[in-house]
């Protein structure tokens, strides 16, 4: 089976390799501005590393912190910085050089991960809006409710549910043939992105990749919706104006990370299979969005909004700035 890949920055002619090989052709209509974009993947890659890694230090090192709210916030940053990893080396290589070759094990691997820690990010959104269900409608049961042993338990069924849901994705993509192209119009090993190359039924593959989607957004969603309409009308129950203030403002972090998260992973969701006029450079925009946004922005949204972090960091720094001038003396 002979395979064509694509185009290179350098070298825009299709070439006959080996067929166990894929090529990320990177944003199809805008490799001239490749570089330029590089410079807010780098940023975006530094704010993920730099923010998340600060989240994690300030509540492991703070005691006060370690509470259930804080504990979620510690494996959302986790997830974001798995998959950043995941994504943002290739990304980068495939602006800079047009590095875009890549191995069929390890876009299949690289496809895994990816969904997976997006379900696992999704799971974890939904057990922080239960987090405030808990605190603000039944306050006097929140200890006893999350305990240490119940947010363990809510970690692994994330990560059993993202790796279960993708599990089945792999294998029902090799068994598909790739007779005509291994080049995936993409900046990663998107599921659809790379069913579409196949020849072929790949009907059970579109189902499925549908299903796992729904099953995950449609659901998790669902479930935010309605915890939230609880918090609203216990909200409305309070008479006291500073009283319905107070409640509100602690979802307030969480309604902007689930709006960050879930905003571009819907209009990159409906685009992909009902927006056949939308140009293929807006949506993979519109899909990198998704992945690069979120893990840069969550640590800033809970730094700025959270008062027990905010107040933690600009300590380490005091304390470092003493450090430092004690050192120059």
């Known amino acids: 089976m002979s395979s ?12 006959n390799m080996d067929p166990s090989i894929f090529f990320l052709l990177g944003i199809p209509g805008l490799e001239q501005f490749h570089m330029w974009l590089s410079l807010p993947v780098c940023c975006l890659g530094t704010a993920t590393i730099v923010g998340n890694i600060t989240i994690l230090v300030v509540v492991a090192t703070e005691p006060a912190l370690h509470k259930p709210v804080y504990l979620f916030l510690c494996m959302l940053s986790t997830i974001d910085l798995a998959a950043s990893f995941s994504t943002v080396p290739k990304l980068l290589a495939i602006l800079w050089c047009g590095a ?7 876009c299949l691997a690289q496809m895994f991960f990816i969904h997976t820690f997006c379900m696992m990010e999704s799971t974890v959104l939904l057990a922080m809006a239960f987090d405030r269900y808990v605190a603000i409608c039944h306050p006097l049961r929140y200890a006893t409710i999350l305990t240490d042993t119940i947010i363990a338990r809510i970690g692994v069924v994330a990560m059993v549910r993202g790796s279960l849901l993708m599990l089945p994705c792999p294998f029902l993509i090799r068994r598909l043939s790739f007779c005509q192209s291994h080049v995936i119009p993409h900046t990663y090993c998107e599921h659809m992105a790379v069913v579409k190359l196949a020849c072929g039924d ?51 972090s969480h309604v902007c990370v689930i709006l960050i998260s879930y905003t571009p992973a819907l209009f990159s969701f409906f685009t992909h299979r009902f927006g056949h006029q939308v140009p293929l450079h807006i949506h993979i925009l519109l899909a990198n969005v998704y992945l690069l946004f979120p ?35």
């Open 100 to 106: 875009g070759h890549i191995s069929a094990s390890a």
């Open 202 to 252: 790949t009907r059970p593959n579109r189902v499925y990749g549908l299903t796992a989607a729904l099953l995950v957004i449609g659901v998790d969603l669902f479930c935010i919706g309605l915890s939230y309409a609880l918090i609203a009308q216990a909200v409305l129950r309070l008479s006291s104006h500073e009283a319905r203030s107070k409640a509100l403002g602690t979802c307030g």
């Open 4 to 15: 064509t890949l694509g185009h290179t920055m350098d070298s825009p002619n299709h070439t």
């Open 295 to 329: 893990p840069a922005l969550n640590p800033v949204v809970y730094g700025v909004k959270t008062k027990e972090i905010r107040e933690r960091v600009f300590r380490v720094f005091q304390r470092g700035q003493r450090t430092g001038l004690k050192a120059s003396e």
